[in-house]
């Protein structure tokens, strides 16, 4: 019989916080002015921590940016299931039903985009480095998460139809940006609805009743949705 494992000791666990501590100070500076402007004494500051110890915990700041983006990487897949499990209706209501929720979260003043594709562009000179495998990775799982779910649907070119659903939502990612306008993506959403709905085995009509997406409340968290 295996000997019963013993509870992780208090120097374990303080490291454990301690990482965690410097990635969540890493994530919000890195989200708000971008790897290139923020240096690791402004993130060990933010942290409460010594440079020397941020060191102790990542060998450099590249380190340090992979696990910005990394840390991203579940929870926001998980969000995005979440939007579209969370929409009534039929499968083009459920996908149209992310870019609505993203739509809302673009109008918080915070908001700043996609995360990963400002990391890669900010990169674009660097196709190694490992925040830009985790980027390009984190968009191929939402791919195929999505192929999975048109496939289960019944829809046969469930491949080239999850390409263009994050074709349109990267684009309008960078659309909104750009212009602050997150009707863009509102209008994306529109256009995702009806390639799916015409996708479908037995198409379904797509109603262009106005839907916008609920405005972002007092005391709501851009840090909630996906970036």
């Known amino acids: 019989?295996?000997?019963?494992?013993s509870a992780a000791s208090p120097?374990?666990?303080?490291?454990?916080?301690?990482?965690e501590r410097i990635v969540a100070a890493a994530a919000k500076l890195f989200y708000a002015e971008g790897?290139?402007?923020v240096g690791v004494d402004a993130v060990a500051e933010k942290a409460g921590v010594t440079k020397r110890t941020l060191y102790y915990h990542f060998r450099s700041k590249d380190d340090l940016v992979?696990?910005?983006l990394e840390g991203r990487d579940q929870p926001n897949l998980a969000l995005f299931r979440q939007w579209f499990e969370g929409t009534t209706g039929a499968l083009p209501d459920k996908v149209e039903g992310i870019f609505l929720n993203l739509a809302r979260a673009a109008r918080h003043p915070k908001w700043k985009?996609?995360?990963?594709?400002?990391?890669?562009?900010?990169?674009?000179?660097?196709?190694g480095h490992p925040a830009i495998?985790?980027?390009?990775a984190h968009k191929k799982k939402f791919e195929r998460w999505l192929r999975d779910t048109f496939a289960e649907a019944g829809i046969a070119g469930a491949d080239e139809l999850a390409r263009q659903m994050l074709l349109l939502l990267d684009g309008s990612f960078a659309v909104v940006l750009l212009h602050r306008d997150a009707s863009y993506m509102e209008t994306a959403g529109a256009a995702?609805?009806?390639?799916?709905?015409?996708?479908?085995?037995?198409?379904v009509s797509v109603a262009r009743t106005k839907?916008?997406?609920p405005r972002t409340g007092r005391g709501s968290r851009a840090n909630s949705a996906p970036h």
Request: glycine fraction near 8%; charged fraction near 20%; charge should be positive.
């Open 113 to 127: 985009g996609c995360g990963f594709l400002r990391t890669s562009a900010e990169l674009a000179n660097l196709p």
């Open 11 to 19: 120097k374990t666990r303080e490291g454990n916080t301690t990482r």
């Open 66 to 68: 992979a696990a910005y």
């Open 1 to 5: 019989m295996a000997a019963p494992t």
């Open 35 to 37: 790897i290139r402007a």
């Open 211 to 213: 839907r916008p997406a």
């Open 192 to 203: 995702a609805a009806r390639l799916v709905a015409a996708a479908l085995p037995h198409p």
């Open 133 to 136: 495998k985790i980027g390009a």
